[in-house]
């Protein structure tokens, strides 16, 4: 099974060896992109903001509480899309750090290693140890489970979870579910939960009251973008039937390298960059995989958005900065999603 998955994830990266890309100048440029997302939760309603070069003090006033979504650190690789993550890992951190009030916790929505390494791991931790918040969950991604299944990954980060990895908890009214969906890819590396988590699932839902907001976090998108590169879970339907009586509902996953979004009914889903390299907007590229891109194009590619999850009439609105030259500012774009 670890052979498989290997060849699967080898089959998706792409040739980097000629993409121009520079240590300097992608770090400069992950300097001023949204590498996380900071959560604020205020009544139920969760607020995002992408990091910026630097936090406003007043960003998350009269929030319940905060938390920081980071993922896909992939500490091993070292290809030229960007020969060191541990580097743009740290930056992340240091946006954390640099928040003017220390969130509650952190989410690593998975793919913390490249190679599910004992060696990667212990980098990974050892960068997290600087880490202002010191209560962190994981969920793990296929990168994780490549040498032997997650065995590594459940010593490290699964205590007192179940299965391969899932959990749940709550934090001042918002009960928080950790899903696995890369321990059983499905053809092509679609995301599957398998029977034994959605009964899981559902016995954890079961008698909360419908007003108790809801996050979904697990590493793969719980929604279908992109089925030939393998980015969404085929049984997705069923665990988002289980959810579908809460008034508030946020899905958080990371694994495609970039931000998107969209809102159906009560439940808004949101995928994270990663702090380790873009990958390319679903179907414009042979295959998923560590992008090419030359360095003066990467601030256009790791942009900053704010999508802020207050209800305001029917609509989400959704603010996309993407990043021009860093001498200059930035071009603000607005779009609204329409509640389903």
């Known amino acids: 099974m670890p052979d498989k998955k290997q060849d699967l994830i080898d089959e998706k990266l792409q040739d980097l060896n000629n993409d121009g890309v520079d240590r300097r100048g992608f770090l400069k440029c992950m300097a001023w992109a949204g590498t996380g997302l900071v959560w604020s939760m205020s009544g139920g309603i969760p607020v995002s903001r992408a990091f910026a070069k ?6 998350h006033k009269g929030a319940d509480f905060t938390f920081v979504q980071i993922s896909d650190s992939h500490i091993g690789f070292n290809k030229p899309a960007n020969p060191d993550v541990t580097a743009t890992l740290q930056t992340a951190i240091n946006k954390i750090n640099a928040m003017p009030h220390t969130p509650d916790f952190i989410i690593h929505t998975g793919d913390l290693s490249q190679l599910s390494k004992p060696s990667e791991f212990d980098t990974l931790d050892q960068a997290l140890k600087g880490a202002s918040a010191k209560q962190i969950y994981f969920v793990p991604g296929e990168h994780d489970m490549l040498s032997d299944n ?11 979870t179940k299965g391969t990895g899932w959990y749940s908890f ?6 928080f579910v950790g899903l696995v969906n890369v321990a059983n890819l499905k053809a092509g590396g679609m995301g599957s939960l398998g029977h034994e988590q959605l009964e899981w699932l559902e016995d954890d839902l079961e008698g909360r009251s419908a007003s108790t907001p809801i996050v979904l976090f697990a590493h793969i998108p719980l929604w279908t973008i992109y089925p030939d590169w393998g980015w969404g879970t085929d049984d997705s339907e069923q665990a988002l039937s ?15 390298h970039q931000i998107m979004q969209k809102v159906e009914g009560k439940v808004s889903f949101h995928t994270a960059m990663s702090t380790a390299f873009p990958q390319p907007a679903p179907g414009t590229a042979p295959s998923a995989g560590p992008m090419k891109v030359p360095a003066d194009q990467l601030q256009r590619v790791l942009g900053i958005t704010d999508v802020n999850y207050l209800v305001s009439g029917r609509s989400l609105a959704v603010v996309d900065s993407p990043l021009a030259d860093s001498g200059s500012s930035a071009s603000l774009s607005e779009s609204t999603l329409r509640r389903g």
């Open 54 to 59: 630097g936090m406003e003090k007043g960003a």
């Open 170 to 175: 709550d934090h001042k009214g918002v009960h």
């Open 150 to 160: 997650g065995e590594q990954f459940l010593q490290r980060y699964g205590k007192g």
């Open 242 to 256: 289980y959810v579908k009586r809460f008034g508030s509902v946020t899905v958080l996953n990371g694994h495609i």
